[in-house]
Structure formats: structure tokens, C-alpha cells
Nanobody, 118 residues
Framework: QVQLVESGGGSVRPGGSLRLSCAVS??????????MSWYRQNPGKERELVAS????????TYSSSAKGRFTISRDEAGNTMYLQMNSLRREARGMYFC?????????WGTGTLVTVSS
């Protein structure tokens, strides 16, 4: 059974940093079955893609707001994915999810909350 557990959220001032983690169980990154991503959602709004890392872990993509300040990565030995977020702006606030997209199915965790305020 696939499980995704996000952690690392919290409250930070504008300009600060956070590192989010996504612990994965039920499959290994080295199986090359799932594209992993980070999404952000705020109340009343659609989930928006923040960053993705490809099946082999060699390709990454970022939203325009994340590019240059956020870094997505994964640790195959620990089966954990990360999102390093630097120079945080208020618009980065929200619930962050790390879905695993496979062939015909997407798994979601319960998210971790990021608050950016002074």
C-alpha cells in the first residue's frame, strides 16, 4: 500500500527558508514508476503545481514562482523527497502535498502547512 507523509511545514517570516519532506512507503523511487511532485493549495483555490521530479530523478521542473528559489530533490536510499524553499514570500503559504503519479493512479498524502508572515 502506497503511503506519502509530508512534514517540515511551519511558520516562517518572509525571506526565510523551510525544507519540506515527503516520506514514501509502498514503492521505491528506484522502481521508476512514479513522477513525484509538490503541490500547494489554499482554501477555496485549486491545487497548483510547485515542482516536479521525473521518474529517474534526473529531470526537474518548477513553477515560475518557485524557479530559482526552490529545489526539489529525492533521496533514493531513504525513499524521501524534499522541497528546499528559500527566500520565501507570503504567496508561498498554503498546504503542501507530494503526490505520486503513476500509470492510471495518483496517490496523495495529507499535506503539511506552510505559513509565511511577519
Amino acid at each position: 500500500q502506497v503511503q506519502l507523509v509530508e512534514s517540515g511545514g511551519g511558520s516562517v517570516r518572509p525571506g526565510g527558508s523551510l525544507r519540506l519532506s515527503c516520506a514514501v512507503s509502498g514503492f521505491n523511487f528506484s522502481s521508476y514508476q512514479y513522477v513525484m511532485s509538490w503541490y500547494r493549495q489554499n482554501p477555496g483555490k485549486e491545487r497548483e503545481l510547485v515542482a516536479s521530479i521525473g521518474i529517474t530523478g534526473t529531470t526537474t521542473t518548477y513553477s515560475s514562482s518557485a524557479k530559482g528559489r526552490f529545489t526539489i530533490s529525492r533521496d533514493e536510499a531513504g525513499n524521501t523527497m524534499y522541497l528546499q524553499m528559500n527566500s520565501l514570500r507570503r504567496e508561498a503559504r498554503g498546504m503542501y502535498f507530494c503526490p505520486a503519479v503513476g500509470a492510471g493512479y495518483t496517490y496523495w498524502g495529507t499535506g503539511t502547512l506552510v505559513t509565511v508572515s511577519s
